[in-house]
């Protein structure tokens, strides 16, 4: 049985969206709080071709905007400290930093990661809601037919099939690798996508092609 019934319609409309262990029902339920933040910060999100067109950084402006969005209402960057104790000998197992976290409730935000940072983001999940600290975990990333625009921006080759989009991320979500968690996925689609280069700014000629194809594993 799925929950996704309680997403909004104006976000469903926005946003390819899957969920594991009905985290929808998890969120608006037990986190009403969480959840209108998050709500919010979809509604006002948007990506531009300027923002794809700058040079990268360590992390993108992209990803910067949601997290700062959350971050006016009380959430952060959270890193917990785990250990692993055998009669009197303790192992530190530090957990992964979680972009954005906020009562139980942890978000990643993958825009153009190499993809196995999402088994990364996983296990974490997995682990934190294992050790009862977490109730449910988010990512948002970027839909695959993307590619179309980063091709035609002549950005293709930053954005290829092993970077982190949802095709990739999905059926390690069904496949069980989040364990337990109940998961909540966001998929950034081209109606976020606005036009703003001024006619003075012009694209490549030949802007190279890079395909995204329909190979999940």
Known sequence: MSTLHLVPPDIASLYEIHEWRNATGVLQTAHQEEWT?????LRNFRFRASD???PGKNKSELAKGLDSFLLKYGWKEQQFRTAIKVDETVRESPTHKVDCYKN???LEVEWNNKDPFFDRDLNNFR???DLNVIDVGLIITRCSD???IFNRLG???SYGNSTTHIRKLVPRIMGGGGGGCPILVFGISSKLYVEDLKPSESLP???PTIE????ES
């Not at 933040?37 to 910060?41: D, L, P, R, S």
């Not at 995204?212 to 190979?215: F, N, P």
């Open 212 to 215: 995204v194809d329909d190979d």
């Open 146 to 148: 993307l590619q179309t």
């Open 127 to 129: 682990l934190l809601f």
């Open 104 to 106: 139980r409730v942890a």
């Open 37 to 41: 933040e998050i709500m919010q910060a």
């Open 155 to 157: 950005k293709g080759k």
């Open 52 to 54: 794809v067109l700058a």
């Open 205 to 207: 000629i030949h802007a």
